[in-house]
């Protein structure tokens, strides 16, 4: 990420915070609707979860100019997903509805500029999220899954 494309993420977000709940709506309404397999991870009342995404969220863009800050947390968001079942496919999902809702929510303010900014903010925090999950279920496969790959 270069330091312009963290200043326009972050910048645009602070565009999302004064409707962020509403952002989060969008956000669950449209990863259920691309996902349909990801709801069963889910409580029914979707709220409180919209809620740590949003934060969560305004906490990781609200650092990106100190990425090495938030590295680590990342890492164990991602490997706390293995034990709700999340692949990595469904990272491309997350990042769909991400995108999407940031361009209903912007609406002209989601500039072809600022789609790259997120993508790439996105994609480079999915990936850490990525390997550690992949690191965890490695560890969690014990001894003999380990040497032989299963």
């Known amino acids: 990420m270069t330091p312009e494309q963290v200043e326009l993420v972050q910048?645009?977000?602070?565009?999302?915070?004064p409707i962020a709940s509403t952002a989060g709506d969008l956000f669950y309404g449209r990863l259920f609707e691309i996902a349909p397999e990801v709801r069963p991870?889910?409580?029914?009342?979707i709220t409180d979860q919209r809620d740590?995404?949003?934060?969560?969220?305004?906490?990781a863009v609200n650092n990106l100019h100190q990425i090495e800050q938030i590295i680590e947390p990342v890492k164990t968001l991602g490997a706390k997903h293995v034990d709700y079942g999340v692949k990595d496919e469904h990272?491309?999902?997350v990042g769909e509805a991400l995108i999407w809702t940031l361009q209903e929510g912007l609406k002209d303010d989601f500039t072809p500029e600022v789609k790259?900014?997120?993508?790439?903010?996105?994609?480079?925090?999915?990936?850490?999220?990525?390997?550690?999950?992949?690191?965890?279920?490695?560890?969690?496969k014990g001894f003999f899954g380990k040497l032989f790959g299963t």
């Open 41 to 45: 991870m889910f409580a029914d009342n």
């Open 116 to 140: 790259d900014a997120w993508v790439t903010t996105y994609g480079t925090l999915a990936t850490v999220m990525k390997d550690a999950a992949a690191e965890a279920s490695k560890s969690k």
């Open 52 to 59: 740590k995404l949003m934060s969560m969220l305004g906490t």
């Open 91 to 93: 990272y491309d999902k």
């Open 11 to 17: 910048s645009s977000f602070k565009k999302v915070e």
